[in-house]
């Protein structure tokens, strides 16, 4: 271990901060895709488009209205609105088929939708400003307040849509169904439309990420795979429906992905989630953590 | 819980029902009634389409072929939550807890609809609290962790939530001690007590032909006798001729 001796203590804190930064946003791509999953056995293969779509959404909302959080907000419920639009369309025709063809089914629309994006907003990336350009002075770094407050916002939304499954009507119902969904039905719950109504909220978190996340990057097209292709390990490496440990999982592999890339090229230490991936469906199929209650 | 609204007619009225479970014919030509609070026992051997009348009378598995009447309106193919909410509460065999919520999100599920105030949600939880104690102890606990005689409780229990106008009980005696099974018999005459039809289906003949007023017996997918069940105990010989019992 004499390499660690050679890392800077205050590198190592500037990364654990960025670690926790991007796997918080992780966090709130991979939720909504687990919950997706949970619930509905769909692996959603379009979740990174309505990613990037809710990016873009909050492009044109912000240069309308001209502030960010109406832009947030809008973005979510305009994906929302979408994802329960294609999930009414595509999967509930498919309700009861083969799972193989509801993965063909999202995968398709993710490429009408990728398509879609560079035909209505050209290849050109475009840029959310920051909502405010804040920082402070980590070590040697200017770190920019919005950074924490995108890891908070997540949390805060996560947090809602756990407070929201935990106590809410709706949320006993999408329970309620997740666990046996013959039974929900026979006790009254509309189970097709708490299925729908559970894309469009996995849709709204996807748009609400990256609105988010768009001003650290720039929107573009393709920017949703390879945010999805990352919250596809994370919902592995936490096991597939669990909600808690999608969390987990994300902040723990963006926290290697950030120790990584102090000793490699930052493109480069993207291989460490693969491995990790790898090693779990080795030895722990069902997930790193332990499942939590739904 | 009331009569209100009733038609003259039966409750339910199931006409020539037919189904299938992939290639094997389960129901051949099912046709029985149920009335307004009337408690209508359903016997038989096993495997020959009891459960699978329930289900299709709770709008879980779909009839090829015949009719489905309750309160008059032809109700065979819809989805089963609009059955739930006209009325029909199901209480299958393997009771289908929600295992995961807690007994008081479990009565939720049922409690949960358009229409009902909190006052009247309230009275329900309160009644199934009354009726079943041991459910107002444990409301905190995961249904998954109860025994079984007590989920066979919530499972009725969370049927009664839906204020039905009929309840399906699907073997609600099977495995349980004799002190619970004594419990479910008053629950049955408490239900009918309300004018809540019940249709029961069961193993347990002595108390089938206690809580029912009239008896059909099944065999091969179709009704081979139906008597009152006070005839029945004058003469139980149909009973031993098709139950072998």
Redesign the interface.
Known sequence: MEFLHAIPFDQLLIQTVNGIVTGMILALVASGLTLIFGIMDVVNFAHGELFMLGAYAGVVILAATGSFWVALVAAMLLIALLGAVLHVTTLRPLLGRDPLTTILATFGISLVLQNYALWQFGPVARKIPEPFTGQFTLFYLQYPWYRLLIALLSAAIIAALYLFLKFGTYGIWIRATTQDRIMAQAMGIPVPWVLTGVFAIGSGMAAASGVLFGPLVGVNHAMGVDWVLKAFIVVVVGGMGNLGGSILAAIFISLLEAYAALFVAPSQAVIVSFVVLILTLLFRPTGLFVPTPK | MSQNGATAGPLLKVEDIHSFYGKSHILHGVSLEVGHGEVVGLLGRNGVGKSTTLKAI???VRPSQGRILFDGRAVAGL???RL??LGIA?V?EER?I????TVG?NL???L??HGVSKTERQVLLDKAYAYFPVLAERRNQ?GGTLSGGEQQMLAIA?AMM?EPKIVLLDEPTEGLMPRMVSQIREIIDALRREGVAVLLVEQNVPLTLEAGQRIYIIEKGMVRHHAPSAELRADPAPIHEYMGV
């Open positions: 709770a709008g879980l989805a089963s939550h739930a909410r199901y299958p289908r929600f295992p995961l919520l999100e939720r599920t049922g949960d609809r995961p969370r839906l």
